[in-house]
């Protein structure tokens, strides 16, 4: 099973609520808020998209390309959790 098959209700939760940050933002802009915080309600939603994405590439690397979990201390692994620790460092 997929991962994202196996993880769908959590990943919905979070889509939903970056759908509630993208909808603070229109309303923000429709009410002329100050550059700030419009600018931060985009912030924030960048950094949940960023977040989701994050978990789903996660999610592929250990499901689909590699398994750690087989063999934790083979060299496999630790390339795995490096570029995973590279990936989450580039989207924070």
């Not at 939603?45 to 994050?54: C, P, Y």
């Amino acid at each position: 099973m997929a991962h994202t098959v196996r993880d769908k209700k959590k990943l919905l939760n979070r889509v939903r609520r970056i759908q509630g940050q993208v909808d603070a933002i229109a309303k923000a802009l429709d009410a002329e808020a100050d550059c700030a915080t419009t600018l931060r309600a985009i912030a924030s939603t960048r950094g949940a998209i960023n977040g989701l994405m994050a978990e789903v590439i996660e999610g592929h690397i250990r499901h689909h390309v590699a398994d750690p979990d087989r063999q934790p201390t083979s060299e496999r692994a630790r390339a795995v959790q490096e570029l995973l620790d590279i990936v989450n460092a580039y989207l924070r």
